[in-house]
Each structure stands twice: as C-alpha cells, then as structure tokens.
C-alpha cells in the first residue's frame, strides 16, 4: 500500500506537477489510515441501529428498548460477529413464542447442534432450524451463496435464565 502512495506522489512530481503528487499522496494516506482505524474501532462504533439492522434482516423485531451488553467481531480468512443484547422480557417472551411456534421447532432439549453440517455448503435454499437447548431457546439460518462463496450461517439465542440476546454471525 505504501508503494501506491509514494508512486502517487513520485510519478506527478516527475511529470513536473509536484503539488498534485502531494495532494494525491495525502488523500491516499487519509483514505489508508480511516480504513486501518475502521477495522481497530469496529467494535466500539456499533449501536443500536446497527444491531437492529442485523435482527431484521433475520426477521426478528424489538419493540421495547435494549441495552447492547457486548460486541466482538474479527478474524481474516474466518470472520465471526457476535453481540449480547440485553432486551425486555415482553420482547423476550414474544420471540420465544415464535420460536415455539414455529413449524420446524424441535422441542426436544439439543445439547449441540451444528446446521451446515446438515446440508451443502454451496447449493440449496435458506434453512432454518428452531430449537431449545437446557439453557436456551435458538433459531439458525443457514444459506448457501453459491460456489466459492461463504455462506450465510446466522445464530439467534435467547437465554433461559435472564434477558439476553445473542446474535452470532459466522463466515468459515
């Protein structure tokens, strides 16, 4: 990357343009530099709206307020997000009665399940299983985004004994 930056700056300067070898070099070193603090503050610029956004694209609505209780993501060839929310228990009795209510629920206690190991990793249509383990009530979605993609593979849990959401994303 710093090879770009310094060519931004050198080729100008040889073509007589010094000042816009200057300029170039500084945009890309500020572009370069947001992007490395993007990734360093990713965690700490995460908010409400942004897990809101991460529940709705799974269908799954908070009416009431929440607190958001932890926030990691990382990895580089396997990425994993995960966030702890702390919700209301008329929202947390309600997302547990679509659970239960759903047509694939399996009401027997699972004490490990792992959905992408069920199916194709790279062919095949969204899958969803809900169940409910000794501490928690959990819906999964799974979806294949074709060959040589990662796929989609989201988990949803709600805690048995307090208030907690916990939404993980994993791209393997």
Same mark, same amino acid.
């Given at each position: ?19 816009? /070898?200057? +300029? ?8 370069? +530099?947001?992007? =490395?603090?993007? *990734? ?5 610029? *995460? ?9 709705? &694209?799974?269908? =799954? ?6 607190? =958001? ?11 994993? @997000?995960?966030? &702890?929310? &702390? ?5 947390? #009795?309600?997302?547990? #009665? ?5 047509? %694939? *629920? ?7 399940? @792992? ?8 062919? /095949?249509?969204?899958?969803?299983? %809900? ?13 294949? #985004? ?11 849990? +709600? ?14």
């Amino acid at each position: 990357m710093g090879g770009i930056i310094y060519l931004s700056y050198w080729i100008p300067k040889k073509l007589g343009k010094k000042k816009l /070898g200057i +300029i170039l070099s500084r945009i890309l070193s500020v572009g370069v +530099i947001l992007l =490395i603090l993007s *990734f360093v503050f990713d965690d700490i610029l *995460f908010f409400k709206r942004d897990a809101k956004k991460y529940l709705s &694209e799974q269908k =799954i609505e908070l009416n009431d307020d929440f607190e =958001i209780l932890n926030n990691q993501s990382g990895g580089v060839m396997d990425y994993y @997000h995960r966030f &702890e929310l &702390e919700i209301s228990q008329v929202d947390k #009795n309600r997302l547990i #009665n679509e659970i239960r209510s759903a047509e %694939n *629920f399996q009401d027997s206690v699972i004490s490990y399940y @792992h959905l992408p190991s069920y199916f194709d990793r790279y062919s /095949g249509e969204l899958i969803t299983a %809900n169940y409910e383990t000794d501490r928690e009530f959990k819906t999964e979605f799974y979806q294949p #985004n074709g060959k040589g993609m990662a796929p989609t593979y989201r988990i949803i849990s +709600i805690s048995k004994i307090d208030k907690k959401l916990t939404f993980e994303d994993i791209i393997e």
